[in-house]
C-alpha cells in the first residue's frame, strides 16, 4: 500500500496550492482520508478529512474557509485546495487513509491505516 502525495511548494503568503494524494494497493472507495501538517518543531494537527463517498467533509478552524478537501474515487486520488496561505500554514502535509464502514470520517491521527510520505509547503511572507 503506497500514499503518494505532491503538489507542495513554496508560495508567496496569500497564493493558492494544491496537494494530490494518489494510492496504490489499495482502493480508495472503502477509506476516509484526511490531511494533516506538521510545522517544524511542533506536533502533528489535523487539517480537513473526507468521508469515503466524499458526502461529508470536516476542515479544522485555522483553515476552514480557506482548505478543501475533495476526491475522485474513479481515480484513486484524494486533493487538498489551499488558498489564501499563510507563512503559519507552512508545514510537512501528510495525507492518510481510514479504513471505513459508516460513511463518516475522523480528526484522529490514530485511527487512520495508511499514510503519505508528505509533501512540503512553504509560504514566504
Known amino acids: 500500500v503506497q500514499l503518494q502525495a505532491s503538489g507542495g511548494g513554496l508560495v508567496q503568503a496569500g497564493g493558492s496550492l494544491r496537494l494530490s494524494c494518489v494510492a496504490s494497493g489499495i482502493l480508495l472507495s472503502g477509506y476516509s482520508m484526511g490531511w494533516f501538517r506538521q510545522a517544524p518543531g511542533k506536533e502533528r494537527e489535523f487539517v480537513a478529512a473526507?468521508?469515503?463517498?466524499?458526502?461529508?467533509?470536516s476542515a479544522a478552524d485555522y483553515v476552514k474557509g480557506r482548505f478543501t478537501v475533495s476526491r475522485v474515487n474513479a481515480q484513486n486520488t484524494v486533493y487538498l485546495h489551499m488558498i489564501s496561505l499563510k507563512p503559519e500554514d507552512t508545514a510537512v502535509y501528510y495525507c492518510a487513509a481510514r479504513w471505513d464502514v459508516t460513511g463518516g470520517y475522523s480528526e484522529r491521527d490514530h485511527q487512520y491505516n495508511y499514510w503519505g510520505q508528505g509533501t512540503l509547503v512553504t509560504v514566504s511572507s
Open positions: 473526507i468521508s469515503r463517498a466524499g458526502k461529508v467533509t
